[in-house]
Structures are given as structure tokens and as C-alpha cells.
């Protein structure tokens, strides 16, 4: 992970921009993803994942990452706006599956300003 171009094809499903994580990030991350015990359920069941709410309980604000590899917003943007059609709906541009790992200044814009349009 020592070299950014390994990093960004080694990480190339979970981050657009791999190449600017740390070596030591990149391993931790990989060491995470290998841990993680419940993955093989939530890829086995993605359909119910997200069930039908209108209206929703709360605001609900749905942020996608332009270039998720894992989950491409083309090919499940439609469902989610029909099994959540009171959902604010948003393309979050240059970053892969997890954007904190690309751009989490983005992120944390994202979310406050959802967070303070709830308030309003």
C-alpha cells in the first residue's frame, strides 16, 4: 500500500480518489472490510434493505456517491426514489462507495445542511 497507484486500484471499489488515502488508512481500511462479519448479508438481501415508506417517519435525505463501484447510483437510483419518494435525492460528485474516504469535507457539508433544513 506504500505505492498511491497500488492504492488507488487496490481501493478502487470502495473510493474514486485511493491514491490519496495513507498507506496506513489503506491497510486499515482492508483489515475493516476483511473483518466485517455481516457483509455477505446485507449483498445477499440488498432488496430489503430499504422498504416502502410514504411518508417517511422523519426527513430523510439520501446522499450517493457519483462513482460507487459497489452500489452505481444508475442502477438503483429508481428504486430508492420509489421506495422513498419524499426523499431528498442527491449525487454526491467524485467520490467512490464510501465518500468519507474521498472527500469527507463533502460529506460533513452534506449532512449539515440536510441536518439544518430538518431544523427549518
Avoid at 488507488?8 to 462479519?37: K, P, Q, T
Avoid at 446485507?42 to 417517519?57: I, K, T
Avoid at 428504486?79 to 454526491?92: G, H, Q
Amino acid at each position: 500500500m506504500k505505492s498511491p497507484r497500488l492504492r488507488r486500484r487496490a481501493m478502487r471499489d470502495l473510493a474514486w480518489h485511493g491514491d490519496r488515502i495513507s498507506a496506513a488508512r489503506a491497510v486499515e481500511v482492508a483489515n475493516d472490510a476483511l473483518g466485517c462479519s455481516i457483509i455477505y448479508d446485507v449483498l445477499r438481501n440488498g432488496d430489503e434493505q430499504v422498504v416502502a415508506m410514504d411518508p417517511p417517519p422523519c426527513p430523510i435525505t439520501i446522499a450517493w456517491p457519483e462513482k460507487d463501484k459497489v452500489h452505481p447510483v444508475e442502477l438503483y437510483e429508481t428504486a430508492v426514489k420509489e421506495r422513498l419518494p419524499c426523499a431528498v435525492f442527491t449525487i454526491l460528485p467524485g467520490v467512490g462507495h464510501v465518500p468519507t474516504l474521498d472527500d469527507p469535507e463533502l460529506v460533513a457539508r452534506t449532512i449539515l445542511a440536510a441536518t439544518s433544513a430538518a431544523k427549518g
